[in-house]
């Protein structure tokens, strides 16, 4: 039997690229979902995505869809506050919604990182609060977040993302200390959307070559086998593999190849 059969899961960023990937997995390995988004119309996609082709009879089910703006407290909590009323049985949670935001620090809004902040790091960490009671319930609990390469090993003009990323691992080192089963993951470049985030500066138009992008179904498929594995630090690709290994035996090669990508 799958590892995620009948697990309860609340994903977050579900309607995005890898979202809804880790959906349609999920609900192929017979998982019980509670989807959350920003927007209700790619969450709505995003459940059609992942049912489409599935089986009947033979999956998992979405339980609910819950949309919600993590770049609020109030909407957080009340996201919390309904994933306790509709699973109070609560197994997983993957911790995946996150933005991008490129460009060097002096051109970057202060509302621009701040938003970043609040969605991809204090979000995370204030919903993980809230739902700790319920998960606590649970024989087998386990935290999920998705992390980035750029959380091992920062590249210049992506400074404020990496901040966030840095900031996940952290707290997921706190939370492993104290006795929570915790997995942090580490995706290369992936083909989503969030290669084409907000640019801010003079520099050249950021892109990454085709040649050197990930694609989202193995990533997930490399992360969910490490979720059920429960690695505590998950390299859902060989290049993500590579730039780790890289960034700790010689970090300081790292910078240039932001050349790659940039120009
Ligand atoms: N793709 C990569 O190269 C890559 C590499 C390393 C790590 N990651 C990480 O992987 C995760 C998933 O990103 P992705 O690549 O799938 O990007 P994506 O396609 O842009 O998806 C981002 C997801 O975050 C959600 N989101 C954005 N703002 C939100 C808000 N205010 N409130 C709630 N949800 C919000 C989006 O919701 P809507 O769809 O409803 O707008 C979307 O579901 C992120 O944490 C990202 O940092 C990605």
Known sequence: ????????????????GLGREFARQLLAAGADLILSSHSPQRLTA??????????SG????????????????????????????VAPDLDLIIHNAGIGLYGPLN????????????????????????????????????????????????????????AAKFG????????????????TVYPFFTQTDILDAPQYGEGPKRRVPGWLVDQPP????ASLAGIAARRRHIYPSWKAHLYAIVADIAPDILPPFSRLVAG
């Open 218 to 221: 193995p990533v997930v498929r």
């Open 107 to 162: 051109a970057i809004p202060a509302e621009a990182a701040e938003r970043l902040l609040r969605i991809n790091l204090h979000a995370p960490i204030r919903l993980t609060a809230a739902l700790l009671p319920v998960l606590r319930n649970r024989p087998h609990s386990q935290i999920v977040f998705i992390s980035s390469i750029l959380g091992r090993a920062a590249l210049p003009n992506i400074s404020v993302y990496s």
């Open 1 to 16: 039997m799958s590892a995620f059969a009948r697990r309860v899961v609340l994903l977050t960023g579900a309607g995005g």
């Open 58 to 85: 033979k999956t998992g089910r979405i339980r609910a869809l819950l949309p919600a703006d993590l770049s609020d407290p109030a909407s957080c909590d009340r996201l919390a506050q309904q994933v306790t009323q």
């Open 46 to 55: 995003a459940a059609e995505f992942a049912a489409h082709g599935q089986p």
């Open 168 to 183: 996940l691992r952290g707290f997921a080192s706190g939370l492993t200390a104290e006795g929570y089963s915790v997995s």
